[in-house]
Protein backbone atom coordinates (compact mmCIF):
# COMPACT_ATOMS: atom_id res chain seq x y z
CA UNK A 1 0.00 0.00 0.00
CA UNK A 2 1.65 3.30 -0.96
CA UNK A 3 -0.15 6.83 -1.62
CA UNK A 4 3.19 8.23 -3.08
CA UNK A 5 1.10 8.72 -6.52
CA UNK A 6 2.39 12.42 -6.23
CA UNK A 7 5.99 12.25 -6.24
CA UNK A 8 6.18 8.64 -8.65
CA UNK A 9 8.91 10.88 -10.44
CA UNK A 10 11.81 9.77 -10.05
CA UNK A 11 13.95 6.09 -10.71
CA UNK A 12 15.17 5.62 -6.97
CA UNK A 13 12.28 4.79 -5.55
CA UNK A 14 13.55 3.66 -2.45
CA UNK A 15 14.93 7.39 -2.14
CA UNK A 16 12.07 8.77 -3.32
CA UNK A 17 9.80 6.93 -0.52
CA UNK A 18 12.32 8.21 1.92
CA UNK A 19 12.79 12.24 1.39
CA UNK A 20 10.19 13.40 -1.20
CA UNK A 21 8.21 15.70 1.36
CA UNK A 22 8.47 19.39 1.86
CA UNK A 23 7.79 19.70 5.02
CA UNK A 24 7.53 17.36 7.73
CA UNK A 25 8.43 14.37 9.30
CA UNK A 26 9.50 11.14 7.66
CA UNK A 27 9.29 7.90 10.47
CA UNK A 28 11.74 5.42 8.49
CA UNK A 29 13.12 1.69 9.19
CA UNK A 30 9.49 0.75 11.11
CA UNK A 31 9.21 -3.01 11.15
CA UNK A 32 7.22 -4.18 8.28
CA UNK A 33 3.56 -4.27 9.18
CA UNK A 34 3.61 -1.84 12.49
CA UNK A 35 3.07 1.41 10.18
CA UNK A 36 -0.67 1.48 11.21
CA UNK A 37 0.48 0.86 14.90
CA UNK A 38 3.22 4.19 14.56
CA UNK A 39 0.12 6.45 13.10
CA UNK A 40 -1.82 4.77 16.05
CA UNK A 41 0.61 5.69 18.66
CA UNK A 42 0.87 9.18 17.54
CA UNK A 43 -2.48 10.00 17.18
CA UNK A 44 -2.75 10.60 13.67
CA UNK A 45 -5.33 9.42 11.89
CA UNK A 46 -5.89 12.03 9.26
CA UNK A 47 -8.77 13.85 10.34
CA UNK A 48 -7.32 16.85 10.85
CA UNK A 49 -6.40 16.81 7.64
CA UNK A 50 -2.64 16.77 7.33
CA UNK A 51 -1.02 14.62 4.28
CA UNK A 52 0.14 11.27 5.52
CA UNK A 53 1.69 8.31 3.39
CA UNK A 54 2.51 5.39 4.40
CA UNK A 55 4.73 2.58 2.64
CA UNK A 56 4.24 -1.09 3.91
CA UNK A 57 6.89 -3.77 3.76
CA UNK A 58 9.54 -2.12 1.50
CA UNK A 59 12.33 -4.12 0.51
CA UNK A 60 15.29 -2.65 3.15
CA UNK A 61 18.60 -3.59 3.34
CA UNK A 62 18.54 -3.13 7.70
CA UNK A 63 15.54 -4.85 7.98
CA UNK A 64 13.95 -7.85 5.58
CA UNK A 65 10.76 -5.80 4.93
CA UNK A 66 10.33 -2.00 6.87
CA UNK A 67 7.47 0.48 6.95
CA UNK A 68 7.44 4.04 6.48
CA UNK A 69 5.69 6.57 7.62
CA UNK A 70 5.47 10.33 6.60
CA UNK A 71 3.70 13.00 7.84
CA UNK A 72 3.61 16.60 5.69
CA UNK A 73 3.80 19.64 7.48
CA UNK A 74 4.22 17.86 11.05
CA UNK A 75 7.86 18.31 13.14
CA UNK A 76 7.27 15.48 15.65
CA UNK A 77 9.19 15.89 18.73
CA UNK A 78 11.82 13.63 20.58
CA UNK A 79 8.99 13.26 23.30
CA UNK A 80 6.41 12.25 20.94
CA UNK A 81 8.74 9.57 18.57
CA UNK A 82 10.28 8.18 21.73
CA UNK A 83 7.14 6.16 22.24
CA UNK A 84 7.50 4.42 19.30
CA UNK A 85 10.41 2.84 20.53
CA UNK A 86 8.02 0.16 22.06
CA UNK A 87 6.72 -0.97 18.81
CA UNK A 88 9.48 0.02 16.04
CA UNK A 89 12.76 -0.01 18.21
CA UNK A 90 14.87 0.64 15.25
CA UNK A 91 12.95 3.41 13.75
CA UNK A 92 14.68 6.72 12.27
CA UNK A 93 12.98 9.96 12.53
CA UNK A 94 14.21 12.14 9.32
CA UNK A 95 12.75 16.24 9.93
CA UNK A 96 12.42 17.49 6.63
CA UNK A 97 12.44 21.35 5.58
CA UNK A 98 12.12 22.11 2.21
CA UNK A 99 13.05 19.10 0.51
CA UNK A 100 15.85 18.61 2.65
CA UNK A 101 16.31 16.10 5.79
CA UNK A 102 17.64 18.50 8.46
CA UNK A 103 17.74 16.36 11.25
CA UNK A 104 18.23 12.47 11.92
CA UNK A 105 17.78 10.93 14.79
CA UNK A 106 16.66 7.44 16.65
CA UNK A 107 13.45 6.55 18.93
CA UNK A 108 15.27 5.93 22.14
CA UNK A 109 13.14 4.08 25.41
CA UNK A 110 11.66 6.74 27.66
CA UNK A 111 11.39 5.95 31.05
CA UNK A 112 7.61 6.38 31.10
CA UNK A 113 4.57 6.57 28.43
CA UNK A 114 1.73 8.76 29.78
CA UNK A 115 -1.72 7.93 28.12
CA UNK A 116 -1.00 6.11 24.95
CA UNK A 117 -1.13 2.72 26.08
CA UNK A 118 -4.40 0.71 27.99
CA UNK A 119 -4.03 -1.26 30.96
CA UNK A 120 -5.42 -4.95 29.61
CA UNK A 121 -6.20 -5.67 33.53
CA UNK A 122 -10.06 -5.51 33.47
CA UNK A 123 -9.22 -5.00 37.48
CA UNK A 124 -7.18 -1.77 37.04
CA UNK A 125 -8.70 1.40 37.89
CA UNK A 126 -7.74 3.25 35.00
CA UNK A 127 -10.12 1.06 33.06
CA UNK A 128 -13.44 1.93 35.00
CA UNK A 129 -14.37 5.12 33.60
CA UNK A 130 -12.41 7.36 35.75
CA UNK A 131 -10.97 11.07 34.94
CA UNK A 132 -7.40 9.36 35.13
CA UNK A 133 -4.66 9.39 32.10
CA UNK A 134 -2.86 5.68 31.76
CA UNK A 135 0.81 5.40 32.62
CA UNK A 136 3.42 2.81 31.77
CA UNK A 137 6.57 2.24 33.45
CA UNK A 138 9.08 1.32 30.24
CA UNK A 139 10.93 -2.08 31.68
CA UNK A 140 13.46 -3.66 29.69
CA UNK A 141 11.60 -6.14 28.40
CA UNK A 142 8.01 -4.92 28.36
CA UNK A 143 5.58 -1.85 30.06
CA UNK A 144 4.23 -1.91 33.49
CA UNK A 145 0.99 -0.02 34.19
CA UNK A 146 2.06 2.62 37.45
CA UNK A 147 -1.83 1.86 38.68
CA UNK A 148 -1.90 -1.53 39.06
CA UNK A 149 1.28 -2.88 38.97
CA UNK A 150 0.52 -5.54 35.48
CA UNK A 151 3.58 -5.84 33.49
CA UNK A 152 3.51 -6.30 29.58
CA UNK A 153 6.24 -8.10 27.48
CA UNK A 154 4.39 -9.08 24.55
CA UNK A 155 2.03 -7.39 22.04
CA UNK A 156 2.37 -3.70 23.31
CA UNK A 157 1.10 -2.52 20.18
CA UNK A 158 -2.49 -4.70 21.20
CA UNK A 159 -2.47 -1.89 23.99
CA UNK A 160 -2.49 1.11 21.75
CA UNK A 161 -5.51 3.21 23.13
CA UNK A 162 -7.41 4.29 19.85
CA UNK B 1 18.12 28.74 66.08
CA UNK B 2 15.48 29.66 67.94
CA UNK B 3 15.33 28.78 71.43
CA UNK B 4 12.23 26.19 71.26
CA UNK B 5 14.10 24.35 68.28
CA UNK B 6 16.86 24.46 70.24
CA UNK B 7 15.60 23.53 73.30
CA UNK B 8 13.62 20.70 71.32
CA UNK B 9 17.02 19.48 69.99
CA UNK B 10 18.66 18.91 73.16
CA UNK B 11 15.31 16.98 73.86
CA UNK B 12 16.37 14.66 71.41
CA UNK B 13 19.86 14.45 72.23
CA UNK B 14 19.09 13.90 76.03
CA UNK B 15 16.82 11.12 75.01
CA UNK B 16 17.44 7.62 76.57
CA UNK B 17 17.23 6.03 73.07
CA UNK B 18 18.50 8.83 71.16
CA UNK B 19 19.08 6.55 68.02
CA UNK B 20 15.45 5.30 67.94
CA UNK B 21 13.70 8.65 68.59
CA UNK B 22 16.49 9.73 65.44
CA UNK B 23 14.96 6.69 63.53
CA UNK B 24 11.13 7.86 64.12
CA UNK B 25 11.97 11.66 63.69
CA UNK B 26 13.19 11.21 60.50
CA UNK B 27 10.33 8.80 58.92
CA UNK B 28 8.10 11.04 60.21
CA UNK B 29 9.52 14.33 58.66
CA UNK B 30 8.40 11.41 55.64
CA UNK B 31 5.56 10.52 56.53
CA UNK B 32 3.88 13.61 57.75
CA UNK B 33 1.13 14.15 55.28
CA UNK B 34 2.29 11.96 52.93
CA UNK B 35 -0.12 8.89 51.86
CA UNK B 36 0.23 4.92 52.50
CA UNK B 37 0.11 3.24 49.17
CA UNK B 38 2.51 -0.21 49.32
CA UNK B 39 4.61 -1.72 51.52
CA UNK B 40 7.18 -1.11 48.96
CA UNK B 41 7.34 2.53 50.47
CA UNK B 42 9.09 1.40 53.35
CA UNK B 43 12.98 0.29 54.18
CA UNK B 44 13.97 -2.42 56.81
CA UNK B 45 14.81 0.33 59.22
CA UNK B 46 11.27 2.49 58.10
CA UNK B 47 9.60 -1.07 59.70
CA UNK B 48 10.96 -1.68 62.58
CA UNK B 49 10.58 2.34 63.63
CA UNK B 50 7.11 1.89 62.98
CA UNK B 51 6.96 -1.96 64.90
CA UNK B 52 9.14 -0.39 67.72
CA UNK B 53 6.39 2.38 68.21
CA UNK B 54 3.21 0.10 67.90
CA UNK B 55 5.01 -1.69 70.60
CA UNK B 56 5.44 1.15 72.90
CA UNK B 57 2.10 2.39 72.04
CA UNK B 58 0.55 -1.35 73.21
CA UNK B 59 2.32 -1.05 76.56
CA UNK B 60 0.46 2.13 76.97
CA UNK B 61 -1.67 3.52 75.19
CA UNK B 62 -2.88 6.05 77.66
CA UNK B 63 0.25 7.95 76.48
CA UNK B 64 -1.00 8.69 72.90
CA UNK B 65 -4.85 9.12 73.99
CA UNK B 66 -5.13 12.56 73.01
CA UNK B 67 -2.76 13.30 70.99
CA UNK B 68 -5.52 14.00 68.05
CA UNK B 69 -8.02 15.33 69.74
CA UNK B 70 -10.40 17.05 67.23
CA UNK B 71 -8.54 15.09 64.02
CA UNK B 72 -11.22 13.48 62.04
CA UNK B 73 -10.46 10.25 59.63
CA UNK B 74 -12.54 9.59 56.60
CA UNK B 75 -13.67 6.17 56.47
CA UNK B 76 -14.30 5.25 52.37
CA UNK B 77 -15.11 1.61 51.91
CA UNK B 78 -16.53 0.32 48.62
CA UNK B 79 -15.77 -3.30 49.45
CA UNK B 80 -17.75 -4.67 52.91
CA UNK B 81 -15.06 -4.65 55.40
CA UNK B 82 -16.64 -4.48 59.08
CA UNK B 83 -12.89 -5.58 60.90
CA UNK B 84 -10.78 -3.25 58.83
CA UNK B 85 -12.60 -0.33 58.77
CA UNK B 86 -13.79 -1.07 63.29
CA UNK B 87 -9.73 -1.89 63.22
CA UNK B 88 -8.91 1.75 61.86
CA UNK B 89 -11.80 3.34 63.81
CA UNK B 90 -10.99 1.39 67.32
CA UNK B 91 -7.04 2.91 66.57
CA UNK B 92 -8.49 7.18 65.80
CA UNK B 93 -10.37 7.15 68.45
CA UNK B 94 -7.85 5.64 71.07
CA UNK B 95 -6.18 8.43 69.69
CA UNK B 96 -8.55 10.95 70.78
CA UNK B 97 -9.84 11.23 67.68
CA UNK B 98 -13.36 9.99 65.29
CA UNK B 99 -14.33 8.70 62.19
CA UNK B 100 -16.59 9.72 59.83
CA UNK B 101 -18.01 7.07 57.68
CA UNK B 102 -19.04 7.27 53.86
CA UNK B 103 -21.30 3.94 55.00
CA UNK B 104 -22.24 2.01 52.52
CA UNK B 105 -21.86 1.52 48.90
CA UNK B 106 -25.66 0.72 48.47
CA UNK B 107 -26.31 4.20 50.17
CA UNK B 108 -23.95 6.76 48.88
CA UNK B 109 -23.54 8.37 45.39
CA UNK B 110 -21.53 6.07 43.77
CA UNK B 111 -24.35 3.89 43.63
CA UNK B 112 -25.32 7.01 41.68
CA UNK B 113 -22.23 6.57 39.45
CA UNK B 114 -20.19 9.35 41.17
CA UNK B 115 -16.40 8.66 39.93
CA UNK B 116 -14.12 7.66 43.00
CA UNK B 117 -11.87 10.47 41.98
CA UNK B 118 -15.01 12.49 42.71
CA UNK B 119 -15.90 10.73 45.70
CA UNK B 120 -12.12 11.28 47.27
CA UNK B 121 -12.09 15.30 46.67
CA UNK B 122 -15.90 15.89 48.42
CA UNK B 123 -15.06 13.94 51.46
CA UNK B 124 -11.56 15.33 51.62
CA UNK B 125 -13.39 18.17 52.24
CA UNK B 126 -14.47 16.59 55.56
CA UNK B 127 -11.78 14.97 57.19
CA UNK B 128 -7.86 15.06 57.85
CA UNK B 129 -7.08 12.28 56.63
CA UNK B 130 -9.05 9.25 54.19
CA UNK B 131 -8.88 5.35 54.33
CA UNK B 132 -9.59 3.82 51.40
CA UNK B 133 -10.53 0.19 50.58
CA UNK B 134 -11.67 -0.45 46.70
CA UNK B 135 -12.28 -3.35 44.51
CA UNK B 136 -10.22 -1.84 41.62
CA UNK B 137 -6.48 -2.58 41.65
CA UNK B 138 -4.25 0.84 41.94
CA UNK B 139 -7.67 2.77 43.16
CA UNK B 140 -5.83 4.13 45.74
CA UNK B 141 -2.61 5.72 43.97
CA UNK B 142 -5.44 6.80 41.61
CA UNK B 143 -7.12 8.45 44.47
CA UNK B 144 -4.15 10.31 46.01
CA UNK B 145 -3.21 11.87 42.73
CA UNK B 146 -6.82 13.86 43.77
CA UNK B 147 -6.63 14.53 47.45
CA UNK B 148 -4.16 17.07 49.56
CA UNK B 149 -4.83 14.82 52.99
CA UNK B 150 -3.01 11.69 53.72
CA UNK B 151 -4.64 8.89 52.08
CA UNK B 152 -4.09 5.28 53.46
CA UNK B 153 -4.79 2.33 50.76
CA UNK B 154 -6.96 -0.35 53.22
CA UNK B 155 -6.81 -2.41 49.74
CA UNK B 156 -7.26 -1.87 46.28
CA UNK B 157 -8.44 -4.98 44.54
CA UNK B 158 -5.63 -7.77 44.80
CA UNK B 159 -2.85 -4.93 44.84
CA UNK B 160 -1.35 -3.95 48.10
CA UNK B 161 -3.06 -3.59 52.06
CA UNK B 162 0.56 -1.64 53.88
CA UNK B 163 -1.58 -1.61 57.22
CA UNK B 164 -2.45 -4.85 56.94
CA UNK B 165 1.31 -5.50 56.45
CA UNK B 166 2.77 -4.11 59.06
CA UNK B 167 0.22 -5.42 61.61
CA UNK B 168 1.47 -9.07 59.99
CA UNK B 169 5.03 -7.79 60.81
CA UNK B 170 4.58 -6.94 64.57
CA UNK B 171 3.00 -10.41 64.83
CA UNK B 172 5.75 -11.89 62.99
CA UNK B 173 8.17 -10.32 65.01
CA UNK B 174 6.71 -11.05 68.32
CA UNK B 175 6.40 -14.91 68.01
CA UNK B 176 9.26 -15.69 65.65
CA UNK B 177 10.94 -13.05 65.13
CA UNK B 178 11.81 -11.44 61.18
CA UNK B 179 15.47 -12.47 60.68
CA UNK B 180 16.79 -16.14 59.92
CA UNK B 181 13.16 -16.52 59.66
CA UNK B 182 11.60 -19.76 57.22
CA UNK B 183 7.81 -18.46 56.34
CA UNK B 184 5.01 -20.91 54.61
CA UNK B 185 2.30 -18.44 52.66
CA UNK B 186 -0.47 -21.00 51.89
CA UNK B 187 -3.66 -20.86 50.22
CA UNK B 188 -5.23 -18.26 47.34
CA UNK B 189 -1.77 -16.55 46.19
CA UNK B 190 -2.91 -14.88 43.43
CA UNK B 191 -6.07 -12.82 44.71
CA UNK B 192 -4.79 -12.54 47.84
CA UNK B 193 -3.76 -9.10 48.50
CA UNK B 194 -2.26 -9.48 51.97
CA UNK B 195 0.21 -11.85 50.64
CA UNK B 196 1.37 -9.80 47.77
CA UNK B 197 1.92 -6.78 50.19
CA UNK B 198 3.55 -9.01 52.90
CA UNK B 199 5.55 -10.72 50.73
CA UNK B 200 7.13 -7.95 49.44
CA UNK B 201 7.96 -6.55 52.63
CA UNK B 202 10.16 -9.67 54.14
CA UNK B 203 12.54 -9.24 50.98
CA UNK B 204 13.83 -6.17 53.61
CA UNK B 205 14.84 -9.52 56.12
CA UNK B 206 16.43 -12.64 56.18
CA UNK B 207 13.70 -14.21 55.03
CA UNK B 208 12.79 -17.39 53.37
CA UNK B 209 9.76 -17.50 51.60
CA UNK B 210 7.84 -20.73 50.53
CA UNK B 211 4.74 -20.35 48.86
CA UNK B 212 2.34 -22.93 48.51
CA UNK B 213 -0.95 -23.09 46.64
CA UNK B 214 -2.81 -24.77 43.77
CA UNK B 215 -1.46 -23.99 40.80
CA UNK B 216 -4.14 -22.03 39.42
CA UNK B 217 -4.16 -19.70 42.61
CA UNK B 218 -0.14 -19.15 42.60
CA UNK B 219 1.60 -15.60 42.70
CA UNK B 220 1.08 -13.19 39.65
CA UNK B 221 4.24 -12.99 37.81
CA UNK B 222 4.09 -9.32 38.57
CA UNK B 223 4.80 -10.22 42.03
CA UNK B 224 7.18 -12.99 41.49
CA UNK B 225 9.33 -10.54 39.46
CA UNK B 226 8.80 -7.90 42.37
CA UNK B 227 10.33 -10.10 44.89
CA UNK B 228 13.23 -11.31 42.41
CA UNK B 229 14.21 -7.52 41.85
CA UNK B 230 14.29 -7.03 45.55
CA UNK B 231 17.02 -10.20 45.84
CA UNK B 232 14.91 -11.50 47.96
CA UNK B 233 17.33 -14.25 49.70
CA UNK B 234 14.94 -17.26 49.04
CA UNK B 235 11.75 -17.97 47.27
CA UNK B 236 10.32 -21.27 46.38
CA UNK B 237 6.66 -22.21 44.82
CA UNK B 238 4.96 -25.51 46.16
CA UNK B 239 1.72 -27.45 45.43
CA UNK B 240 1.67 -29.42 48.91
CA UNK B 241 2.35 -28.41 52.06
CA UNK B 242 3.50 -31.10 53.39
CA UNK B 243 7.21 -31.65 52.03
CA UNK B 244 8.09 -28.09 53.45
CA UNK B 245 6.25 -27.87 57.10
CA UNK B 246 8.82 -29.22 59.16
CA UNK B 247 11.50 -26.55 58.26
CA UNK B 248 8.49 -23.68 59.29
CA UNK B 249 8.56 -21.27 62.02
CA UNK B 250 5.68 -19.53 60.73
CA UNK B 251 2.54 -20.75 58.32
CA UNK B 252 0.72 -17.95 57.01
CA UNK B 253 -2.74 -19.01 56.00
CA UNK B 254 -5.23 -17.70 53.62
CA UNK B 255 -8.69 -18.14 52.54
CA UNK B 256 -9.57 -19.88 49.26
CA UNK B 257 -12.69 -18.50 47.61
CA UNK B 258 -15.44 -20.57 46.55
CA UNK B 259 -15.77 -18.22 43.62
CA UNK B 260 -12.41 -18.40 42.33
CA UNK B 261 -13.18 -22.20 40.72
CA UNK B 262 -15.40 -22.86 37.77
CA UNK B 263 -17.39 -25.20 39.89
CA UNK B 264 -17.87 -26.74 43.20
CA UNK B 265 -16.11 -30.15 42.87
CA UNK B 266 -13.16 -28.55 41.40
CA UNK B 267 -13.34 -25.95 44.29
CA UNK B 268 -13.99 -28.90 47.49
CA UNK B 269 -10.91 -30.85 45.73
CA UNK B 270 -8.07 -27.78 46.53
CA UNK B 271 -10.07 -26.31 49.51
CA UNK B 272 -9.61 -30.10 51.45
CA UNK B 273 -5.64 -29.94 50.20
CA UNK B 274 -5.06 -26.64 52.01
CA UNK B 275 -6.99 -26.70 54.94
CA UNK B 276 -5.17 -27.24 58.50
CA UNK B 277 -6.25 -29.43 61.56
CA UNK B 278 -4.27 -31.03 64.21
CA UNK B 279 -3.44 -34.28 62.44
CA UNK B 280 -1.74 -31.82 59.71
CA UNK B 281 0.33 -30.46 62.17
CA UNK B 282 1.79 -33.46 63.47
CA UNK B 283 4.38 -32.78 61.05
CA UNK B 284 5.58 -29.26 62.40
CA UNK B 285 7.70 -28.02 64.62
CA UNK B 286 6.50 -27.31 68.21
CA UNK B 287 7.24 -23.81 68.06
CA UNK B 288 5.58 -22.99 64.55
CA UNK B 289 3.43 -19.74 65.00
CA UNK B 290 0.20 -20.37 62.79
CA UNK B 291 -1.78 -16.82 61.09
CA UNK B 292 -4.31 -15.79 59.22
CA UNK B 293 -5.69 -12.47 58.32
CA UNK B 294 -9.42 -13.36 59.18
CA UNK B 295 -11.91 -14.11 58.93
CA UNK B 296 -11.64 -18.01 58.19
CA UNK B 297 -13.74 -20.01 56.66
CA UNK B 298 -13.01 -23.99 57.47
CA UNK B 299 -8.62 -23.06 56.67
CA UNK B 300 -8.05 -23.94 60.08
CA UNK B 301 -9.75 -25.89 62.56
CA UNK B 302 -11.14 -24.81 65.65
CA UNK B 303 -9.39 -27.10 67.61
CA UNK B 304 -6.30 -25.15 66.74
CA UNK B 305 -7.23 -22.09 68.42
CA UNK B 306 -6.39 -23.40 71.98
CA UNK B 307 -2.93 -24.27 71.14
CA UNK B 308 0.37 -22.67 71.39
CA UNK B 309 0.44 -22.37 67.79
CA UNK B 310 -2.32 -20.02 66.87
CA UNK B 311 -1.42 -16.61 66.41
CA UNK B 312 -4.31 -15.22 64.49
CA UNK B 313 -6.31 -13.34 67.07
CA UNK B 314 -3.42 -11.79 68.34
CA UNK B 315 -2.51 -10.32 64.95
CA UNK B 316 -6.06 -9.34 64.56
CA UNK B 317 -5.39 -7.50 68.09
CA UNK B 318 -2.35 -5.96 67.32
CA UNK B 319 -3.90 -4.19 63.99
CA UNK B 320 -4.87 -1.27 66.01
CA UNK B 321 -2.04 -0.46 67.87
CA UNK B 322 -0.16 -0.78 64.70
CA UNK B 323 -2.77 1.45 62.95
CA UNK B 324 -2.30 3.49 65.77
CA UNK B 325 1.35 4.59 64.90
CA UNK B 326 0.47 4.44 61.86
CA UNK B 327 -1.64 7.52 61.78
CA UNK B 328 0.25 9.07 64.17
CA UNK B 329 3.23 9.25 61.71
CA UNK B 330 0.76 10.73 59.20
CA UNK B 331 -0.91 12.98 61.00
CA UNK B 332 1.71 14.82 63.63
CA UNK B 333 3.17 17.92 62.89
CA UNK B 334 5.39 17.68 66.09
CA UNK B 335 8.45 16.97 66.57
CA UNK B 336 8.34 14.52 69.33
CA UNK B 337 6.77 11.78 68.02
CA UNK B 338 6.26 9.08 70.46
CA UNK B 339 6.73 11.45 73.16
CA UNK B 340 9.87 11.80 75.22
CA UNK B 341 9.81 15.63 75.31
CA UNK B 342 6.86 18.01 75.75
CA UNK B 343 8.05 20.42 72.64
ZN1 LIG C 1 -3.34 -1.20 35.25
Redesign the pocket.
Known amino acids: MSNDHDHHDGNDEHELRVSKIRDGTVIDHVRGGQALNVLAILGIDGSDGEEVSVGMNVPSDRLARKDIVKVEGRELSQDEVDVLSLIAPDATINIVRDFDVVEKHRVERPDVVDGVLS?P?AG?I?TSGEPVTSRFAVLEDGVR?G??G?IVREEIASLIDT | MSRARFASRVNWLAASNGEIQGARHSLHERMRHDHLITSKQFSRADIETVLDYAAEIDADPSAVADRHAGTLLGLLFFEPSTRTKMSFETAMKRLGGDVVDMGSIESSSVKKGETLADTVRVIEGYADALVLRHPK??AATMASEFVDVPLVNAGDGAGQHPTQTMLDLYTIRENAGLDDLTIGIMGDLKYGRTVHSLAYALTNFDAHQHFISPESLQLPREVVYDLHQQDAPGIREHDSLEEILPSLDVLYVTRIQRERFPDENEYQKVAGEYQIDSDTLEAASDDLTIMHPLPRVDEIAPEIDETEHAAYFEQAHNGVPVRMALLDLLLSDDKAIGGEGDE
Open positions: CNCTCYCT | EG
